[in-house]
């Protein structure tokens, strides 16, 4: 029976009570639809929220599957976040079918999409700056949410927006030195086109925005033996995708693997992107030790 079915059945014969939104005290319940963006509230709310994140760490959201416990967070909270441009396909039924009362709130409002291959990127947290809009719009909820508290939150959020804003400054002035023929990366899916235009890289990727495609034989050849010819800086595998494909690009171009990025989702306890700026802190230092290697060979 399909996951969607079940949530239905479950939720069907309950009439769920819904009243105004707790006391500060009764802690808010709150719902973010994948684990990038659960950092980001958890960031801002401290300790006044209870945070439920329903696509965790080194999960992909492209091809997720909602289960019972899910429609049952999703059911109880007082907020919920996704991020939009397209990116839970899945949310809209979930909250529908788990009868939730719940405001809902897209964090990317105010972001200018990019797109890709005439589709929009949904990946718009691949920018520091947009992540600051991302925060600012966390903010600005909870506090009309809970008034009281507005202050808590608003110094949370300048004290984190400070933290992203200086590791962009930092990222912009490290990669200002590299020349232009050393800036082109190869990951396994198009999540980077906002990294790309805000730090003046070129990514590449056999497989379009949603990880669920799949490359034709052709595309990928036509990929291979255009990095043969014109070269790339790196590879990068993800921690959402298979290496497979990266692994082949390898051994046929004789490019590098410059290591892993995370992309769409944040690393497990003990991994080295277990938060929104260890993420960015990670993938940048990455990319730029790559490309400063690609440059001096």
């Known amino acids: 029976m399909n996951i969607l079915n079940t949530i239905r059945i479950g939720f069907a014969s309950a009439t769920l009570a819904f009243t105004a939104l707790p006391a500060i ?19 801002v709310a401290g300790d006044a929220a209870e945070v439920t994140t329903i696509v965790g760490p080194d999960a992909d959201a492209h091809v997720y599957q909602p289960s019972v416990a899910d429609a049952r967070a999703v059911a109880e909270a007082d907020i919920i976040f996704v991020n939009g441009l397209g990116f839970e396909t899945w949310s809209d039924t979930l909250i529908s079918e788990s009868g939730s009362k719940a405001s809902v709130h897209v964090a990317t409002d105010g972001v200018t999409p990019v797109e890709v291959e005439g589709e929009v990127d949904p990946h718009a947290w691949n920018s520091l700056l947009n992540g600051v809009v991302y925060v600012q719009n966390i903010t600005n909820v909870l506090a009309k949410a809970v008034p009281d508290h507005a202050d808590d939150f608003k110094a949370n959020a300048e004290a984190y927006i400070a933290k992203l804003t200086a590791l962009d400054t930092e990222t912009r002035a490290k990669l200002a030195i590299l020349p232009e023929n050393r800036r082109t990366v190869v990951t396994a899916h198009d999540a980077f086109g906002y990294l790309a235009d805000a730090y003046g890289l070129t990514f590449l990727a056999p497989v379009g925005i949603d990880t669920e495609a799949e490359p034709s034989a052709r595309d990928l050849a036509v990929l291979i033996e255009n990095l043969k010819e014109q070269g790339a800086s790196a590879l990068f595998v993800e921690n959402i995708t298979s290496p497979a494909l990266i692994n082949q690009i390898s051994e046929e171009t004789g490019i590098e693997i410059g290591g892993r990025l995370y992309s769409d989702a944040l690393s497990e306890r003990g991994g080295p992107a277990t938060s929104y700026l260890a993420m960015f802190q990670h993938n940048l230092g990455a990319l730029i030790t790559a490309l400063n290697k690609a440059d001096a060979s």
Request: hydrophobic share 55%; proline share 0%.
């Open 25 to 43: 005290a009764d802690e808010l319940k709150i719902v973010a639809s994948f684990s990038i963006l659960g950092d980001m509230v958890e960031q």
